[in-house]
Structures are given as C-alpha cells and as structure tokens.
C-alpha cells in the first residue's frame, strides 16, 4: 500500500495557505506524478507552473493550478519529513554506538538508520551498502548534493571486516559513480586503535584525495567507547600518543592538499586535540567548517564567537550574580577558560564552570551531547548553583525538553530548584545567557 503524504503544517503566508490547504490534507499528486518520497516532492515541485491533486479532509479532491517563481516553495510540511519509510542499517559496525546503549531506553534510539535521502536532508552520514543502482541513479538525475558518506576506510577488505558486511568494500565503488556524474560529497572515517589507523588512515587519506574537488571534506573522529561492550568487537581507547600520532598523519595531509588543491580537505575531530592536549588550529584551518556536525572545530569556532562577542560588550558593574555552566569533560577546560576572560570584564559576575562526568554511558564518553538527566542531577544537587543554571542544547532532544534518558527539563528543574536556561552552541549565545536576567 503506497505511503500517504499527509500535510502536518502550513507555513503562514505561503502559497499553500494561500490556496487554503490545512493540517491533515494529503498531497496525491503533482503534474500527474505520484510522489514516492521527499525528493520528488521537491524536484516536481521546483517547476513555474504545477497542477497538485490534494485530497481534503472530508474525502473531496481538489486539483490546483499553480503558477510560482522557479524553486519557490509551496509552504508545506509533512507529517513524515521523509515522506517515506526510514530505510535501516544492514550493517553490523565493530564501532556501531547503538550497540552499546543499555537496554531500557526509548525504542527510537535502538533504530539504525542508513538512509541516503537522509543525508540530504539532514546531513546524515551513509555506508552505501543498502544503496541500489536505482538510488545512484535518483542522485544523479535529481543532482541531489552533497551526500555525506561514511567510509571508515578506502580498504575493501577491511571495511568489510569493519562493517561486517560482505558487501561493504563493493560500495565504495557507488563513490566513483557519484565522482563521475560531479555529485559533490564529504567524507568521514571513524578510527579505530589497531585496525583502520596508523598505515591504514595514511592509505584511506591518500586515496580519497584523488576525488577532489568533488570530495569536498574528511572528517577523523575517534571512535566513542561506552562501558556496554559485552560480546562486541574488542575495541581499545586512543591514548594521548595516539592521538598525536593521528594527527601527525593528518597535518602532513594537509600540508600536501593545500599545496596541490589549495584545501587543507582532511580535518581531525575536536577530541583529537584534547587527547593530545595540543591547542585547536586557527580557524583558517578548518575551510570554512564544513565538518562542524561531526565534531571539527566546534571549540575554535565557539571561543572565537564568545570572545569576539565579548570585546564588543559593554561593561556593565551593576549586574551581579552567580551562573553555573555545566559541561561534559571535552568541553570543560575551554569553558573554563572562556569565563575567566569573561569575569576580568564583569568582576560582579561568577560563572562557575561544573564537570559532568558521564557515568550513564561511561567515563570515556566526555561530549556533552550524550549526558543525561539523571547525571546531571546527581552530580549537581548538592551544589550551590547561583541564579541559575546554563545547560547546552545538545543535551535535549530535538525540538523537545526531554534528556536521552527521558527525564524532563521540567523534572530536573523542579528537583535542583533553579532557574535552568538553554544555549544555543554559538559563542554569542553563551554571552547573551550567561548576561541575560
């Protein structure tokens, strides 16, 4: 039975509610093509001229005549963002976090996904490996870009060990397909100690490189280690001497890239460099962060914002007040440094930077994003917070007030009896928080 797409929201002052379409009318058709997912949706709908069949609530089918400007938008959301079924992970990763999640979480958070229209629309990163011909076909005819894939390594044979999948290594070759139609991509290589590092990244590095420019960026990110790893693959953790090495590795890379392409291309995680404890590249390095989802140059692009934000503030001696900024461990030694450049302006203000460490997942999990409520809990309560208490918003679950392990902001907040606020990741927003009443 073919999917419905039915309409979840109206943007105000667009042409769909111009044409009195409403939350719960399904969208059948658009001049005469059934949609199978978001991507026809958004090729069909780019033309000037449209004629869309839409079935109102009570049964009654309307068709429209439309005439827009080229690509403008109808104003419409879907129910299913995806206007399809999510496609799962075939894979089985020796490095897969998913599998080392405890039991007892919300089920979403068990689901896999490996959708490639995924990566389009939320910049999602692939395999490949459950990509048919058709889909590559799709890509290339729609000119969706850029798709980001996840390659781990460029060794067939290894990465089929690495995915567990037999078919794993054959996928890499849908890269010189997209490479040859001019699709643009980005790339990512999760490492791991012993097996794709070392001569191994150097051979992945290498091999990547030749598809520039359309391989736009690679991302090194070390894999994340939780204590749930009964029964899976023996991954050990990177020590600081790995780190440097790693990024030994990339820096020659990069060297070579600017000096033929004009691109440093290959970017370490934020995490190497703490491992390392080696300070973060200046922000010419990083091209524009075009890997600042995967972790790369979140900190540079952070303490730049705040500090810049903070020069241009105007001193003001009569706020006073205490702020805690809670933080995962990653984080802590730059925060910590930030709010002391911001108390030598605002001496009548304290900002009291508190470690979270997470004991949920593990202590080697340092990011803030996978801390959770009842961490956090216990490891502020008996604290004296001040006024009130700053909190990242990667600690929230998209669009809601709800922790990974679904405590409420409002649980929290009753239970710590404080005034809790939410920052943005930008340094700007940090000021503006830590300033605000």
Not at 78 to 101: A, T, V
Request: aromatic share 8%; with cysteine.
């Amino acid at each position: 039975m073919a999917k419905e797409h039915v309409i979840d929201r109206v943007e105000p002052g667009s042409i769909a509610e111009e044409l009195e379409l409403e939350k719960g009318d399904v969208l059948l058709s658009i001049n005469g093509q059934k949609i199978e997912d978001v991507f026809d949706y958004h090729y069909l709908v780019n033309d000037e001229e449209l004629t869309v069949v839409v079935r109102k609530k009570d049964g009654e089918e309307w068709e429209l005549e439309i005439e827009k400007d080229y690509m403008e938008d109808l104003g419409i959301e879907f129910e299913n963002g995806l206007m399809d079924d999510y496609r799962s992970c075939q894979n089985k990763c020796m490095f897969c976090f998913i599998d080392q999640m405890p039991k007892g979480m919300r089920e979403t958070l068990y689901f896999k996904d490996d959708d490639s229209r995924l990566s389009f629309l939320q910049g999602n990163y692939v395999t490949l490996t459950n990509m048919k011909d058709k889909d590559i076909e799709r890509i290339i005819h729609y000119h969706l870009e850029p798709i980001n894939v996840s390659v781990h390594t460029m060794n067939k044979e290894l990465r089929c060990k690495m995915l567990h999948n037999r078919f794993a290594g054959d996928a890499l070759d849908k890269m010189q397909r997209l490479l040859e139609a001019g699709i643009e991509m980005n790339g990512q290589i999760v490492l791991c100690k012993g097996i794709n590092d070392g001569a191994e990244l150097e051979y992945s590095i290498q091999k990547l490189t030749e598809y520039i420019p359309y391989m736009q960026s690679l991302s090194v990110v070390p894999v994340g280690l939780t204590k749930y790893r009964e029964g899976l693959y023996p991954l050990e953790p990177f020590e600081k001497e790995d780190a440097k090495e790693v990024l030994g590795i990339i820096h020659k890379w990069q060297d070579y890239c600017m000096e033929k392409y004009q691109t440093h291309f290959v970017h370490a995680g934020d995490e190497w460099y703490l491992l390392a404890e080696e300070d973060m590249p200046d922000e010419d390095n990083y091209d524009g962060y075009q890997q600042l989802e995967n972790g790369v140059g979140m900190m540079r692009l952070l303490e730049n914002e705040f500090m810049e934000t903070l020069n241009e503030a105007e001193k003001d001696d009569d706020i006073c007040r205490t702020v805690t900024l809670a933080t995962g461990v990653s984080a802590s030694s730059l925060l910590t440094r930030l709010s002391k450049k911001f108390m030598e302006k605002f001496p009548n203000i304290t900002v009291q930077v508190v470690v979270i460490e997470n004991h949920f997942f593990g202590t080697r999990i340092t990011v803030s994003g996978l801390l959770t409520g009842q961490d956090l809990l216990a490891q502020l309560k008996d604290r004296e917070l001040g006024d009130k208490l700053l909190l990242p918003c990667n600690l929230l679950r998209s669009g809601e007030e709800v922790f990974l392990d679904d405590m409420t902001l409002t649980e929290l907040k009753n239970a710590l009896q404080v005034k809790i606020d939410i920052v943005k990741s930008s340094g700007q927003d940090l000021l503006d928080a830590i300033l605000k009443e």
